[in-house]
C-alpha cells in the first residue's frame, strides 16, 4: 500500500490562496499596460502570438527575475568558478569568449570551407578589376594565454598558422599580424593589444594593425598627411560582462572602476573637425575597408589609424555582430563591384571566426551568383 495523504493543513491552503491573489493584485497593472501598448492585438491573437508576446513582456518585468538570475549565478561561480554560457573567467580581471576555446569537430572541413568562400570572393573582385587583401586578426587566447585560467584546446596556438598557410596555399594575399601582436605585446605590458573584459582589440591593436597593413603593403601608401587626436574619454561597455551576473562581491577585481577608452578625431592637416563629413563623404576612393565590429565600432578607432597609416583616405562597409562573410555580403550586393574607382579591397577578418559554423553556403553563393 502506498501511502496517501488523509488531510491537509489549513495553513498550507491559506497561504496559497494569498499568493495566487497577490500575484492577481501584481499582474494586473501588467496586464493593463501591455494592453494600452498593443494596436493589433486582434490579429495577434488570431495568429497566436499575443499570449507569446505577453509571456515574454512579462516574465521581464517580474520582480524576482533579476534577483533570481544573480542568485543562480552566484551559486555557479561560487561552486564552480564560472560565468554564464558565452564567458570563460580568466586571471586578474580578464574574461574570453568561449568561441576560443571551442574547437569543433570538423575543424579541417570548417576552415577549409570557409577558404574557399574567399577564394570564390578573391576571384569575384578579381573579375571587377580589384584586388583583395585578407587581413587575418589573431584570437584574445591565442596572444594573451598567460591570463587564461582554463585549459584550452592544444589546437588554439595553431588555428591562426593553419588559416594563414590555407589561404596562402590559394594564392590569396594576406597580411599576416599574429607576429607582431606577439612582438608588441611582450614591449607594451601597461597598454595591453585586447581589451581585458572585452572580446575586441583596444585602440593600441587597432593601430598596430594599420601600420602593418601600411608597412606590408606600400602601394597602398598615399600622401594625404591623417592625423588622429585624442578629443575626450568614454566609459566601454565591455561586451563579455553581460555574461557576468553574479553578486560583484564575489569578485570586485571584475566590477572594478568602468574601462575608459579615448575618443579620436581623423583629420589631415589642413582640415577642421567642421569639414571632417565632407571629406569622408568623397566616394572617389580606391581603397575599401570590409570588417566586423573591430571595424565597425569607433571606440577602436580602426578606419581611423588606418588612414593615417596609409595616407589615404578610404571608404568602409563593416557589420557588427554577424561577422566577416556577412559583411563581404553587403559588399558584393551593394553595388561596389561596379565602382570603377575601387580597386583595392582590405578584408578585415577575425580568426576566431574559423571556429564557428561555416557560413551559409546557399545565400552565400545566391549573392554571388546575383553580381556575376
Not at 518585468?61 to 561560487?78: D, G, H, N, T, V
Request: charged share 25%.
Amino acid at each position: 500500500m502506498f501511502p496517501t495523504m488523509k488531510s491537509a493543513s489549513r495553513v498550507n491552503g491559506y497561504l496559497f490562496c494569498v499568493l495566487l491573489v497577490g500575484m492577481l493584485i501584481y499582474s494586473i497593472p501588467a496586464v493593463t499596460r501591455f494592453a494600452g501598448q498593443q494596436t493589433e492585438a486582434a490579429a495577434l491573437f488570431l495568429d497566436g502570438k499575443l499570449l507569446r508576446k505577453f509571456e515574454t513582456t512579462y516574465d521581464k518585468e517580474f520582480f524576482l527575475r533579476e534577483p533570481s538570475i544573480q542568485l543562480w549565478a552566484s551559486l555557479q561561480y561560487a561552486l564552480f568558478g564560472e560565468g554564464a554560457s558565452g564567458v570563460v573567467i580568466g586571471r586578474d580581471g580578464w574574461l574570453y569568449t568561449n568561441q576560443e576555446y571551442l574547437i569543433p569537430n570538423n575543424y579541417r572541413k570548417n576552415l577549409r570551407n570557409q577558404v574557399e568562400r574567399i577564394a570564390e570572393i578573391r576571384e569575384l573582385l578579381r573579375e571587377h578589376g580589384k584586388t583583395l587583401i585578407v587581413a587575418p586578426l589573431p584570437m584574445k587566447l591565442d596572444i594573451y594565454p598567460e591570463y587564461a585560467e582554463r585549459p584550452w584546446h592544444p589546437q588554439v596556438p595553431h588555428v591562426y598558422e593553419d588559416f594563414l598557410s590555407e589561404l596562402q596555399a590559394r594564392g590569396i594575399d594576406t597580411v599576416p599580424l599574429r607576429e607582431a601582436f606577439l612582438a608588441e605585446k611582450e614591449k607594451t605590458q601597461d597598454a595591453p593589444l585586447f581589451f581585458k573584459k572585452d572580446t575586441h582589440w583596444t585602440p593600441e591593436g587597432a593601430r598596430l594593425a594599420a601600420q602593418q597593413i601600411a608597412r606590408q603593403r606600400p602601394e597602398l601608401v598615399g600622401s594625404v598627411p591623417f592625423q588622429n587626436k585624442v578629443v575626450d574619454q568614454k566609459p566601454l561597455k565591455n561586451d563579455l560582462m553581460n555574461f557576468i551576473r553574479f553578486d560583484p562581491s564575489l569578485d570586485p577585481e571584475l566590477f572594478a572602476e568602468p574601462t575608459e577608452v579615448p575618443v579620436y578625431e581623423t583629420l589631415t592637416e589642413d582640415t577642421t573637425a567642421d569639414d571632417s563629413d565632407a571629406l569622408f563623404g568623397d566616394q572617389n576612393q580606391s581603397i575599401m575597408l570590409v570588417g566586423t565590429s573591430y571595424t565597425k565600432i569607433e571606440d577602436w578607432n580602426f578606419a581611423g589609424f588606418l588612414r593615417e597609416a596609409l595616407k589615404n583616405d578610404l571608404l568602409t562597409i563593416a557589420v557588427e555582430a554577424r561577422g566577416p562573410f556577412h559583411a563581404m555580403d553587403e559588399f558584393v550586393k551593394g553595388g561596389y563591384l561596379e565602382d570603377s574607382n575601387i580597386k583595392q579591397v582590405i578584408w578585415e577578418f577575425p580568426v576566431r571566426t574559423v571556429l564557428a559554423q561555416r557560413p551559409n553556403a546557399k545565400s552565400w553563393q545566391g549573392a554571388l551568383s546575383n553580381s556575376f
